[in-house]
């Protein structure tokens, strides 16, 4: 499930996601599809894949999906503050009401 998020929202944001976070010339704001109901899908979705794979191959050991899991959700917390900075700052008009109605990751939660 997982896997499919990632990948599903990879496609949906075409070319303006990168591992660097970086502004292109022509950058456009994704608010459709997966993107219209949470600013993040891609790190939902690499999230649920890790809790996933970590589930099936714990091997009883448990706790190894939290010290896997919440280290990475802490840095994602840390790229996506970087990144919604950012895109206030080109988007902002248009940015803010998104941030309005959409969660930050997921969805109806948070």
Not at 17 to 38: F, N, P, W
Not at 65 to 78: C, E, G, H, N, Y
Not at 93 to 99: A, C, K, Q, S, V
Request: glycine share 8%; proline share 5%; no cysteine.
């Amino acid at each position: 499930m997982g896997g499919i998020l990632l990948l599903s929202s990879r496609i949906q944001i075409e070319r303006f996601g990168s591992l660097k976070v970086v502004l292109e010339d022509d950058h456009k704001l994704i608010t459709d599809g997966l993107y219209h109901y949470i600013r993040n899908p891609m790190y939902l979705g690499f999230l649920t894949f890790f809790f996933g794979f970590l589930f099936l191959f714990s091997f009883g050991g448990f706790i190894s999906i939290p010290i896997v899991l919440i280290p990475l959700f802490l840095t994602f917390q840390q790229r996506i503050r970087i990144e919604e900075k950012l895109l206030i700052s080109l988007f902002g008009d248009e940015y803010i009401p998104y941030i309005k109605r959409t969660k930050r990751l997921i969805p109806f939660i948070y």
